[in-house]
């Protein structure tokens, strides 16, 4: 038998789940619902009313059965939850046409006609017939709430009077649950109903596929229920078809994934294979590098020597225009002397003369040939004498360089610069030229550097003397420190001297005073012998009278040697325990002076040792002063020597 609805379509409210339940934490009624924007072909929200009449009655149960009426979680009354809320309103008002005054000043706090006007456009959205007169408008807007399951209640009185503090917030709230809706079914209407395709990880197929059946679901439904078999068994045709080209493309794309994954399985065997020869490749990879840094630093010293040479090439080649020059005039000379001697005559006393000239000419150039290797050969010892010489200077400068760095020499803006340059930058090029200064960087060394460093030589050594007077003051007052503590150390052994012979007169007279007790029990026990052989009852009673009297009179002065004693001991121990706790104290702050006083020397050793500056120095003599002032304030302070009981 085949079942039909009454007044409402399929898409109409009853499959909705709705979005203010979803943004208040409350579950979700049915499947997922169809767009809410279809005004046209809606029903009317009375009738709507009638058909959520059972529904709305099941959720007043269900909250009656949860424990009554429900508080509103959200912080109505709170500034910003109220802000926040005008301008969600604000926004969803002007983006969808709304047509009358609005600002956040007029949702601040609204009037009657102004809460009227927004909510019949929100309802409208839904209900085209909303507020159309036949109902009244507090009666109309409390059951639509109801009807959308809002799950809270809307009270009538508040909806006289909109505007009030304490109504409100709830008022805004109810409006802001009902934009989320509205957003929610026009998102819904936008989105796009075409199954997503793709395999991009195993979530988005099931999301898919979930999609596909719960749409032939809600298709399959409304024809069940309205009796389109055919149209139920085409639905059902269409969702398996469509899971049959699913799978289809399902096992092409794990046949495509098994391809891959042979390849892959390949590419690792292949991998595997050559990494066996990693360690060997990586060996000769690091051989291979060191190799090229080797070449590398030999073409630095190769463009080195290359540019040295060069330099020599341009010397020579200059020496070599020279010398050209020279012999161009020298056989522009012979020239003119072989025309004058062919123009001339001669006789045989001429020619043998003129032999005799080019022996000695030729005599003398061969004389000048070996000058001149000579001379080449002093050049080149003496340009290997200047490098070394450069390299040494070079040295010395790096050397001087350092060592005028830590004396605050460098640079210029270093304390005890004057403002001058110090720092020395040797300059091999101008090595040949007669000015030194500018060799050594503009430095002259004589007239600049060497009184500076005197200056400075003068003051470091007048500080270090002071210094060092000082370091010999505080050795004597560490002496003078090491004499008092062997002094309170000496008085301590003697207190305890003290106080262990007076330990050894306290056993010592306490034994006798145990002997005499011994003597008087023995004395006592031998009267009481005697009381019992005599039978005398009033020489018995005499006897042991007297003996009685006897016995307290030793009773008594036995405690009152014990107390005495107890008294003695007791005062020597608190005398011994006050030495000692006075030899330690002293003690202490000996050893305490004598630490702060070994800091203060090794930390003006290390100030002189370091070249620190005068400041530094009268800052030491300062601190130092300070010191011995403490020290001698301390000394003067410290505790009296114990007097003996």
């Known amino acids: 038998m085949r079942r039909t609805l009454g007044p409402v379509s399929s898409s109409g409210l009853n499959s909705r789940p709705s979005m203010g339940r979803q943004s208040m934490g409350l579950p979700s009624k049915g499947p997922q619902r169809t767009s809410m924007a279809m005004g046209s072909s809606r029903q009317s929200m009375s009738a709507r009313n009638q058909s959520l009449g059972r529904k709305s009655t099941g959720i007043s149960r269900e909250t009656m059965a949860r424990g009554g009426s429900r508080q509103d979680p959200r912080p109505l009354s709170d500034k910003g939850f109220m802000n926040a809320s005008i301008r969600s309103l604000l926004n969803f008002l002007m983006e969808n046409g709304y047509d009358s005054a609005i600002s956040p000043k007029i949702l601040a706090r609204p009037s009657s006609k102004d809460f009227n ?46 505007g009030s503090p304490h109504t409100w917030p709830g008022l805004l709230a109810a409006i802001t649950w009902l934009i989320e809706l509205l957003t929610y079914d026009q998102e819904v209407a936008l989105a796009p109903n075409d199954e997503e395709e793709g395999f991009e990880d195993m979530d988005k197929l099931v999301a898919v596929s979930d999609k596909a059946f719960f749409g032939y679901l809600a298709e399959a439904y409304t024809s069940f229920l309205s009796g ?123 020619v043998r003369r003129m032999q005799g000239e080019r022996a000695r000419v030729e005599e003398g150039l061969e004389k000048a040939f070996a000058t001149k290797q000579q001379h080449s050969k002093e050049l080149w010892e003496a340009e290997t004498e200047l490098n070394k010489v450069c390299d040494e200077l070079e040295a010395a400068a790096s050397v001087f360089n350092s060592k005028a760095t830590e004396l605050q020499l460098i640079p210029e803006t270093a304390k005890h610069s004057q403002g001058k340059k110090f720092k020395i930058v040797v300059d091999k090029a101008l090595a040949e030229e007669s000015d030194t200064n500018a060799m050594l960087g503009n430095v002259d060394i004589k007239n ?192 009296p020597p114990p007097t003996s009981a």
Do not use: W
Request: hydrophobic fraction near 35%.
């Open 117 to 162: 006007n927004i909510v019949t456009f929100l309802f409208r959205k839904i209900d085209p017939n909303f507020n159309d007169g036949t109902h009244k408008f507090e009666d109309e807007v409390a059951s639509a709430f109801k009807a959308l399951g809002y799950p809270f209640n809307i009270s009538k009185t508040s909806l006289y009077a909109v």
């Open 228 to 350: 389109d078999d055919d149209r139920y068994a085409q639905l059902e045709e269409e969702l398996i078809e469509k899971f049959e080209a699913k799978n289809e493309e399902v096992e092409q794309e794990c046949e495509r994934i098994a391809v891959e994954n042979d390849d892959i399985v390949g590419n690792m065997e292949n991998l595997s294979q050559t990494a066996n020869a990693l360690p060997e490749l990586e060996k000769r990879q690091e051989d291979l590098s060191s190799d090229l840094e080797k070449f590398h630093q030999l073409i630095e010293q190769l463009n080195d020597h290359k540019a040295a040479l060069e330099k020599k090439v341009e010397s020579r080649s200059a020496e070599l225009d020279r010398n050209q020059a020279d012999l161009s005039a020298i056989n522009e000379r012979v020239t003119e002397l072989k025309n004058a001697v062919a123009s001339q005559d001669l006789s045989a006393e001429d």
């Open 448 to 639: 600049e550097v060497r009184p500076v460093i005197a200056q400075l030589k003068e003051t470091m050594t007048g500080n270090m003397n002071v210094a060092k007077q000082e370091l010999l003051n505080l050795l004597d007052q560490e002496e003078q420190a090491e004499e008092q503590l062997k002094e309170a150390l000496s008085h301590a052994t003697t207190l305890e001297n003290r106080a262990r012979r007076a330990e050894e007169q306290y056993t010592k007279e306490k034994e006798q005073l145990d002997a005499t007790i011994a003597e008087l029990v023995a004395e006592t026990e031998e009267a009481e012998t005697k009381t019992t052989q005599l039978r005398d009852p009033m020489a018995l009673e005499t006897a042991i009278a007297r003996n009685t009297t006897r016995l307290n009179q030793l009773k008594a002065l036995r405690e009152e040697k014990l107390e005495a004693a107890a008294a003695r001991k007791e005062a020597v121990h608190n005398e011994i325990l006050k030495a000692l706790n006075m030899c330690a104290d002293h003690k202490d702050y000996i050893q305490m002076q004598l630490g702060d006083l070994k800091a203060y020397g090794e930390e003006k050793l290390q100030m002189l040792q370091g070249g620190n500056t005068e400041k530094k120095v009268e800052e030491a003599v300062v601190e130092e002063e300070t010191a011995e002032e403490n020290f001698n304030a301390g000394a003067d302070e410290l505790p």
